[in-house]
């Protein structure tokens, strides 16, 4: 399915790989047969590699990465639980409804203690395809999720820093449509800032009914990149990437 290029200033992004097909209308976790995939040199666990796992339930289908083979046996369990676990929470609201849905995924490893995963995929449950996305961060050395508002004062500054930030158009990165910018912005500009500031409280909640604006976020090496939930006709969601230091850490 089409993965969405992202402009990924010095991190290194590794694409999921497909996983064996298994039986309709079971609930699997079948690791892909293929080699681990060698990701990053870590200080102090040792090299990262992941397997390929794959989720079934029906017509859905989520792709997600396993690290394998860290020194610290303990922390590799804590964070493979953590990113299956989202994998699987998100989704729950499309278990009832009839239509495909594959997740496929890119781990994103920055220089630094953060990685995500991002997954992305359509569903064809409505009129049209809706294009997904969602991601997990998690603080590799303490094996802990990481939420955008654990880690920035979320208020009206950061509202206004987001607006003014980096477009990103995943449709077409190396040149964005400018007159779908404006439209998003004016359609963020639509909700006042309080009812943002509610909204990014529940940022980076796996589960859609948990975050019913879909707001993801991703770490770059000094940069987080936000994704916004949109309507159909402005792309389905929108990213910006702002610069860390243009936030307030908490």
């Known amino acids: 399915m089409k993965q969405i290029p992202v402009a990924l200033a010095l991190a290194i992004i590794l694409a999921g790989c497909q996983s064996q097909q298994t039986p309709p209308a079971q609930h699997t976790d079948d690791v892909d047969n293929k080699p681990p995939q060698q990701a990053v ?5 040792g090299p990262f590699e992941f397997d390929t796992t794959t989720f079934e339930n029906g017509k859905l289908t989520i792709h997600y990465p396993q690290f394998v083979n860290m ?3 303990e922390l590799e369990q804590r964070i493979n639980n953590l990113i299956k676990e989202d994998a699987i929470l998100f989704l729950n609201p499309y278990q009832d409804g009839d239509a495909p849905l594959q997740m496929d995924y890119e781990v994103i490893l920055p220089e630094s203690d953060t990685f995500s995963v991002q997954y992305t995929g359509n569903y064809n449950g409505g009129m049209y395809p809706t294009h997904l996305l969602f991601t997990t961060n998690i603080d590799f050395k303490k094996g802990e999720k990481i939420r ?8 009206e500054p950061f509202i206004e820093t987001l607006k003014k930030a980096k477009y990103i158009d995943w449709e077409n990165p190396p040149d964005p449509n400018k007159e779908k910018q404006d439209a998003i912005i004016e359609y963020l500009n639509t909700f006042n800032n309080q009812d943002f500031i509610e909204a990014f409280t529940k940022a980076d909640h796996p589960e859609p009914n948990e975050n019913p604006y879909g707001i993801y976020s991703y770490f770059l090496n000094h940069t987080v990149v936000i994704s916004i939930q949109l309507p159909h006709a402005l792309g389905d969601h929108a990213e910006f990437e702002v610069n860390t230091r243009d936030l307030v850490r908490k």
């Open 148 to 155: 955008l508002p654990d880690l920035f004062v979320i208020d």
């Open 71 to 73: 020194l610290n046996e």
């Open 41 to 45: 040199d870590e200080e102090k666990a």
